[in-house]
């Protein structure tokens, strides 16, 4: 957990399972996806690198505060995680512990608004097939001449996508799926058939046309 700020301890309610500006706030909901991307940009050759070497799970939290949350300044906390150190476990797995890792996190308070840094994602519970409790600690600053940061909590559910993924031949899902988390949770999953992505506007020919999976349940129970 983060140093505390000012000397308090965060514990909210189950029914205002946000801590932000220094009150506790009910929120609409909030959702995870989960993404297994197969590519990523590579400065020195500049261009898209595929495949092997170049994998990495993605997780995207988004908590809906109110009707407020997207405008500029308004709360709508959004945190970005980034894993390449495969393989890794599942979220099934994962309860009571940690789902970053240290450089692999990022967040922002909302639109137009401060960063969440330092930032902590805890898996508190699993409830399969699509939800986990999770704790999220950070810190933001306003303005960064300020004398103390404020603090950041969230301790509640979480809806849970399926994960997906993009790949450039349909029988690439599979074997990079294994890379990522192991034989025994490919085979705890059923693949589904997204159907293809089109990006007409991709200069690298071979990134034109993707097809789409998908994996049922999102987190899937193992032995």
């Known amino acids: 957990m983060l140093k505390r700020s000012r000397g308090k301890?965060?514990?909210p309610p189950p029914d205002k399972p946000l801590y932000i500006d220094g009150a506790y706030r009910a929120?609409?909901?909030?959702?995870m996806s989960q993404f297994l991307s197969v590519e990523e940009w590579v400065g020195s050759s500049r261009r898209w690198e595929y495949g092997e070497g170049h994998l990495s799970i993605?997780?995207?939290?988004?908590i809906d505060v109110d009707e407020q949350s997207g405008s500029d300044g308004a709360p709508a906390p959004e945190i970005r995680i980034r894993l390449t150190d495969f393989p890794i476990r599942p979220l099934s797995?994962?309860?009571g512990e940690r789902l970053d890792?240290?450089?692999g996190v990022e967040g922002w308070y909302g639109n137009d608004a401060p960063t969440l840094d330092p930032l902590q994602v805890r898996v508190i519970?699993?409830?399969p097939p699509d939800t986990v409790g999770l704790r999220i600690d950070g810190l933001y600053r306003w303005k960064a001449s300020a004398r103390h940061s404020e603090r950041f909590v969230f301790a509640g559910d979480v809806a849970v996508s399926p994960l997906s993924t993009r790949v450039h031949d349909a029988a690439d899902a599979g074997r990079f799926l294994r890379q990522a988390f192991g034989d025994l949770w490919r085979e705890a999953v059923t693949e589904h058939d997204d159907g293809e992505f089109v990006?007409?506007?991709a200069k690298q020919p071979e990134r034109r046309l993707a097809f789409k999976r998908s994996y049922h349940p999102a987190l899937p129970t193992l032995a």
């Open 58 to 62: 993605q997780y995207a939290i988004e």
């Open 9 to 11: 301890e965060i514990a």
């Open 125 to 127: 519970s699993v409830r």
């Open 199 to 201: 990006m007409e506007g």
């Open 101 to 103: 890792v240290p450089g």
């Open 93 to 95: 797995l994962l309860a």
């Open 27 to 31: 929120i609409r909901g909030a959702s």
